[in-house]
């Protein structure tokens, strides 16, 4: 009866899995390959990994230099600073083997658009970490499935399998490419250049992993982040830290997780820090490192910030799948956390242990964590959800909010009817508005510029970028948070389609360095 | 009547030069330009500069590097080289008054496609010559119309114009970025830095320009060259010259062309060297430099190669506009030269001093010029249309062949209801045979890769871009010249619209100095 409900996507995970049992004979043949690789062909099948290449715009690749953009409307004048994004970008096919392998293992392309005066400057680069060099050498894919180190080529197995493709941040004058199974690549927020591909902060970091989510706080200076698996894949070992404005690390305490799963976000309040464990979780049978464990149970635990760790709660709720932060607070000993989740797993490129993809269970919606650590006992977490009219992904804020009492917050939404757009919620009203860019037209997730340096929260711009499938062309749509509905007030274009995006930042020009 | 004839094209020309002779008030005008000059926003309207700019593909704009493009068939992989392409990729829009202006005066943009063992990397630079400098620093156009200096912002009276935009050339291990008004600019074979952006030969170069048509002699090793309004623009000299495989300057000799005109091309043999001399004629009324005088005559003007240019015959011949070189030769006093040409003027964009563009004799066809130097008095040039069926452009040969007998030719062909083509000519047998891409995609000029080194002629690979319309991408088409008609052994994909292109050239391995 399962294989009803899951129908073909169900017999492409069976596949899956049992092409990654074949995975460690086809690690030996790989070592056989010729010294002249095969030419640069990606698989046309939707689903494999950089399906149709550059034909279907499955990948870019391209390291690109465009000195003041075209830009429709106008754009604020005194609007200055820069638009980060990332995102996986296939640098090779995968190997006939693991051409299953998922959307997330391509390699971290950065891109930036500078603005200033109401110009805008584009710049996209691949960072340039060990296994981008490894396979620039080799003009071919050494590393197998997501995360799976027993599917890599023999000659890179002591090579760091980072792809840094997930976010970028800025603390301190730093400009970090981020993957959450890897230390930060260091950026130059100018260049792009990779300066460092293995930043330590100068070996102080013991985790060896960092988030791709870390947050800031505008009073203390401090950037609060974790790794997750710290202490190797599959351990349940968390270590969250922090770094202070000088750059160095601060404070430091692990914790662990009930079971070893994808902890991608977390919440940084001015009293709590909290993770959310979801039944994304490790599982050795699955080729991409995670698989859906239904038997598994979300916990939500909630540790004192700038403490030991010694006393974190974790607490049992119900069933979801939720990942990214919109935003978090304590009001006192209670704790609050907002993020966008679904009843279930959100995404069917990963395997289920015991059960099948259910999209409509897979569709997600703004809710509200809560736990008050006043109790003595807590038998769950309660979690609500707020906009129940209103489905979507990529929840961002105001991020000078991160830490504390928000109102507003954004996401990717999707409306029946009218397609894509980006929501902007106003919780002190419990209202929401909608842009709709209109059919054939893409969003990646929106971003949130400040009018200016103190501007109250939420006002300022949102950006980000669409796709315009029919011309295969992207742009930065900007729009005035006073009013999103009225649609851009600038479009900063390209004459092609951007490089993937997971995640986008806008840094405004007084937190980076001077050029 | 002639206003019937011309319709809204013809009103667009007078639009034209109207708008030349405001030319100079509105310079002063542009003086007064804000220190932070608007955005960029290129105009919508077809004919206007950059028309369209991203949104129509206009131009590019981007500078981009592609490591192992994708490519599907199978490339040789034994073809070592690189296929270098140049054009005019408007740098920013022009300003109002001058929007007129046209599609040549757009800043090169050069690019290569390094073939080896089965792989292909892209890169595309723009020529950073001092127009381009000046322009990049100010954020907008600060040059006029084409080739007129009236038209040009005060800030750059004292800076160079030249765009190097039309051919990309090899000679002595040193590729050449071309454009006829100006010295090339150095180009770095593997990186497209720009090496020198006024080449002048270690100052032995006396001519103010230099031809985007150099030919290469195989046996000597020379380069023969030359460059017209030598003494300044508007100016009937002409410098003609070679280059030893030393890269210095070898031979000079100076003469005079009956008026100022455009000479795009020219022809050299193992004993001539020749002109043509075509009513696109120098015109202080034109606000682009030329304009078609139909009361003026073709001129075919042969010399002794080698010689000092005294023994020139200039004789007048048939209303043609014959513009590039396929082949020429001598068979004894016997010249011969092989040309695409019209009988009226092919590029709508110029006004016309007398008549109107009239598109039927602006079509193209294969056109053989002959005149015996052993007659005493020649009265006419003989012209000659060899393949009354086939209309085109941008002729080209196996470049080994520049200044000897040639059998093979190749052009970017029209066929009524099958769209465009390359055809590829056997003069021995006086057939042709053509490839056709099929609907929506258009083709750029061919160029020829000899199979290997000491290949009989024209055995090897036509290459060029093609432009698939409804995807908004380039491929690089590469055929075997055994038969084109059978289609691409393989194409060299991009994920974008590749770069805009006048003329391109394919340098074996050998020809260019080591990374």
């Not at 919606?365 to 003595?376: A, C, I």
């Not at 992904?393 to 999707?414: E, I, K, M, T, W």
């Not at 929260?457 to 930065?476: C, I, P, T, W």
């Not at 600038?490 to 995006?501: D, G, M, S």
């Amino acid at each position: 009866m399962t294989g009803e409900r899951g129908g073909p996507a169900s017999k492409d995970r069976r596949r899956f899995l049992a092409s990654a049992a074949a995975g460690a004979a086809v690690t030996v043949g790989a070592a056989a390959a010729p010294a002249v690789a095969a030419g640069v062909d990606f698989p046309k099948a939707r689903g494999k990994f950089g399906a149709g290449g550059s034909e279907s715009g499955g990948v870019s690749r391209a390291e690109m230099t465009l000195h003041d953009c075209e830009v429709e409307g106008q754009l604020p004048l005194d609007l200055d600073g820069t638009f980060y994004r990332v995102g996986p970008d296939a640098q090779y096919p995968k190997p006939k083997a693991y051409e299953d392998d998922i959307f997330f293992d391509g390699e971290g392309h950065v891109s930036m658009f500078r603005f200033r005066n109401g110009h805008v400057d584009f710049t996209s680069r691949y960072v340039r970490n060990d296994r981008w060099k490894a396979q620039h050498a080799a003009r071919r894919s050494l590393f197998g499935y997501y995360r799976n180190r027993a599917s890599d080529d023999p000659s890179v197995q002591n090579v760091r399998r980072g792809s840094h493709n997930t976010h970028i941040w800025v603390h301190a004058n730093r400009l970090y490419a981020l993957k959450e199974d890897s230390p930060p690549a260091l950026i130059h927020p100018h260049t792009l250049e990779t300066l460092d591909a293995n930043y330590t902060f100068g070996g102080a970091l013991t985790s060896q992993t960092f988030t791709a989510h870390p947050k800031n706080d505008p009073e203390t200076g401090e950037m609060f982040a974790f790794g997750y698996e710290a202490k190797g894949l599959g351990s349940t070992d968390i270590n969250v830290f922090s770094v202070g404005r000088d750059g160095q690390l601060k404070w430091s305490a692990w914790i662990n997780a009930p079971y070893c799963c994808m902890l991608h976000d977390f919440a940084v309040t001015r009293r709590h820090i909290a993770f959310l464990a979801i039944p994304m979780a490790y599982s050795p049978a699955s080729p991409v490192h995670w698989a859906w464990d239904s038997t598994k149970q979300p916990w939500l635990g909630v540790m004192r910030r700038g403490g030991d760790g010694k006393d974190i709660r974790w607490v049992p709720g119900p069933m979801n799948m939720s990942d990214h932060t919109m935003g978090s607070w304590s009001d006192g000993d209670r704790f609050y956390w907002d993020m966008d989740g679904a009843d279930g797993n959100r995404f069917p490129f990963f395997p289920h242990l015991h059960d099948s993809f259910d999209p409509v269970k897979g569709q997600a919606r703004v809710r509200r964590f809560s736990m008050d650590l006043s109790k003595k006992r807590i038998t769950n977490f309660d979690m609500q959800v707020l906009y129940p009219d209103v489905t979507g992904a990529l929840s961002r804020q105001d991020d000078r909010y991160n830490v504390d009492p928000y109102r507003y917050g954004f996401l990717v939404s999707n409306t029946q009817g009218k397609g894509p757009g980006w929501t902007m919620f106003d919780h002190q009203t419990r209202t929401h508005r909608t842009y709709h860019p209109g059919p054939d037209i893409t969003l990646s997730e929106a971003v949130f510029a400040p009018r200016r340096k103190g501007a109250p929260e939420a006002d300022g711009y949102l950006m980000g970028m669409a796709y315009f499938q029919k011309e295969n062309r992207s742009e930065v749509l900007v729009l005035d948070t006073r009013d999103i509905t009225a649609g851009p007030i600038a479009r900063v274009q390209l004459p092609f389609k951007a490089t993937p995006q997971i995640h986008g930042n806008w840094i405004p020009a007084d937190q980076l360095p001077a050029v």
